[in-house]
């Protein structure tokens, strides 16, 4: 019988893992293990209103609340530093805590280059604390290198625009956001940058910092160019939080996250998993042919993710399978870029508005099947299309679901 739910990871799947066992029933004893000592709080906030008006990341719950409301023990301001399963104990740097069943939300840390984390000015974008240290340097008339042309670095570009920062983008593949979108909507929102003053520098691989004192003045490209900097800040993706289970005896994926079934659970009795940190065999995920392993870094996959993840661990007689539509969101220059799906495509179109439009809705094909949309500032109509793509709905139908009457600009097949 469980009787200690232990969760390693105050983020939103390890939050959301907490009050799915409280909500599923679970009278037993719930412990949080966190590296901040924060109640868990609203990460995606931290790269736009909390750098452009210092406004305070939203806590989903208060450290009272999660105390007297759940029941939950808090152990924050801990570091996990081993997990020790023939002994149902998860180690860390204040002693070893025991489980029952035990959940893995320990998210994913910010990619590294191989020089310059030492130098003043240089940063990353993971916690609040981060985010304070970085705010401190975005004053007006500041030079700002953002390292990485995806959607962190793209919004950071956008914050730092607004506070009148003077921003050049330095990304190394030809076209951004590829992974995400696709190569044509890449380059469409990449003109986003143009159009709001900030220089994108595409196909530029990062050499080296300059420095004087210390600090940062300048970031030198593979092809000579060097562009100035008061600040840079590496945005080049995000490595599973997964050090700490080296020895742990745990699969791990070939990209280094905790390898799942399709129930969440790990290679290790009573052990499951959430959030960033997961790659599972995702059942949802539009294409045809054998269902992929995937690992999706984004807030609403990492949120419902923790509440089955829970209620698996803690009833696995009664498990389900976790499967989702990927859906993610990201804000730029007072712009709403939302996509649903993959954009591992045959054809992408556009059926509302062009590339060129404020608003439009693009559609992904493979095959018969709609598998991707992306929209820009059309909030109410990405969803009709995840629900649409999860239900294996067809191309045809997909093009029919909304009245308007299309301008379809076919950009690819």
Known sequence: MTRRLTVVGASVAGLRAVESAREHGFDGEIVLIGEEVTAPYDRPTLSKAFLTSGEDPVEYRSLEALRDELGVRLLLGRAATGLDAAASVVRTDQGDVGYDALIIATGASPRRLPFGHDLGGVHTLRTRADAERLRSELVA?????????????SELASSARERGVDVTIVEGAPVPL????????????????????????????????????????????ADGRSVPADVVVIGVGALPATRWLERSGVALAADGGVLCDDRLATSLPNVYAAGDVVSWPNGSAPGDGATPTVRLENWTSASDQGRRAAVNALFPEDA?????VPYFWSDWYGSRIQFVGTADADEVSFVFGDRDSAHFVALFRAGERLVGAATLNEPRKVMKYRRHIALGGSWTDALSLFSTPATSAQIAS
């Open 141 to 153: 008339g500041a030079r700002l290198v953002v390292v990485g042309g995806g959607f962190i670095g």
């Open 178 to 221: 590829v992974r995400a979108v696709g190569t044509e909507l890449g380059g469409v929102f990449a003109e986003l940058h143009a159009r709001n003053g900030v220089p994108l520098l595409c196909d530029a691989a990062v050499s080296a910092f300059r420095s004087v004192a210390g600090r940062v003045c300048a970031v030198d490209l």
């Open 320 to 324: 389900e399978p976790f499967a989702t």
